[in-house]
């Protein structure tokens, strides 16, 4: 079996519901239930054996272990940390917190477990480490792709945070011959993303009447990627990637924020032409060192590895709208008292 973390999370539960479909092995499940967990994400796994969740801490070094103890893994993936950089400027310590020495304390345990274990399995133990392009920094206009050589230089909070824990892994694979794998994704969109990011709060806003905030001028750049792209990218990379490299995976679909919003209302509009979204677009104060254009170089993935996405921008979005509109029960339920709390705090 494999042990996923965050697995709660927007690209976690969409990794653990794509592994069901296209493997065989059980999950065990462990997620801290923060705000962005979201068990309704998962309903579809009620009373499915192959799925163990597991309520918890990555930092909690003694429930790690009695994990890794009782269910044995051939591999763990790491997805969960605090994710939203708008979140990390108004409170960073919780980045630091879960990016950081939560993944510190996860890599150190599974290393003292793994050190345990006899050599054949040592061997075939993997553990893949899912980060962010953020780590890069800022493109400008005409600077080439980010690319596994790009030199970090985060400029968040959390882009900070997950650079660090990217370090701690290499550092775990370079002294203990831990065999990990780490990934930089571009920003993912899809099904069951929370309503703070771009994407689906443009959505959300747009069914209830309200603005849809644009930071700045709207001409950030970001490479946008189909959540289940991203999901087969990571089964790629932890069935054949090599030990101790890393890999970016991005979607080759460059827009401007801007246009990503309209793009959203123009589709959100087709489906229920009522909503009239194009007036509802507000320019807002931009976010304090907005990095400007994100921009991902996948070759080495589609060379070694042979994954490419199956979604364009176009098609990928298009089946997030649908399934939006379709589950009105889970959009309601993750708009609880928080989200409007920190609605309220970020766009007042
Ligand atoms: P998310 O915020 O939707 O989910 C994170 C999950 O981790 C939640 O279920 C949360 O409860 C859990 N979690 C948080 N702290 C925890 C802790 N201390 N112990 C156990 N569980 C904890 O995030 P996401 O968008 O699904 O991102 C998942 C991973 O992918 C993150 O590591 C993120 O940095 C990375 N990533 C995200 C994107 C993107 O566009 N969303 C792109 C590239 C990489
Ligand atoms: O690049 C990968 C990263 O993508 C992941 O590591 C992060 O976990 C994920 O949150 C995402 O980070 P971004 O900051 O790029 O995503 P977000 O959806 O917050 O914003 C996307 C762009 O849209 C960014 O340029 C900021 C802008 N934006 C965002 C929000 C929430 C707005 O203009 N208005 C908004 O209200």
Known sequence: ???????????????????????????????????AGNLGSLSSLAGDERHVFVRGDIGDADLVRTLLERHRPRAVVNFAAESHVDRSIHGPAAFIDTNVVGTFAL????RAWWSEQP??????????????DEVYGSLGPDDSAFSETTPYAPNSP?????????????AYHHTYGLPTLTTNCSNNYGPRQFPEKLIPLMIVNALAGKPLPVYGDGRNVRDWLYVGDHCSAIRTVL?????????????????????VVRTVCRLVRERRPHVDCERLVTFVRD???????????????????????????????ARTIEWYLDNGAWLASVQNAEYRQWVELQYA
């Not at 959390?158 to 650079?163: F, G, L, N, Q």
């Open 1 to 35: 079996m494999i042990l996923v973390t965050g697995g709660a999370g927007f690209i976690g539960a969409n990794f653990v519901l794509d592994w069901f479909a296209c493997e065989h092995e059980p999950v065990v499940n462990l997620d801290k239930l923060t705000y």
């Open 107 to 110: 890599l150190d345990c599974v």
């Open 287 to 317: 976010r304090p060192g907005h990095d400007r254009r994100y921009a991902i170089d996948a070759t080495k993935i589609r060379r070694e590895l042979g994954w490419t996405p199956a979604h364009t921008f176009e098609t990928g979005l």
């Open 158 to 170: 959390y882009a900070a945070s997950k650079a660090s824990s990217d370090h701690l892994v290499r």
């Open 239 to 259: 069935a054949h990637g090599r030990v101790g490299e890393t890999y970016n995976v991005g979607g080759n679909a460059e827009r401007a924020n801007i246009d």
């Open 119 to 132: 050599a054949d399995e040592r061997a075939t133990f993997r553990f893949l480490h899912v980060s962010t």
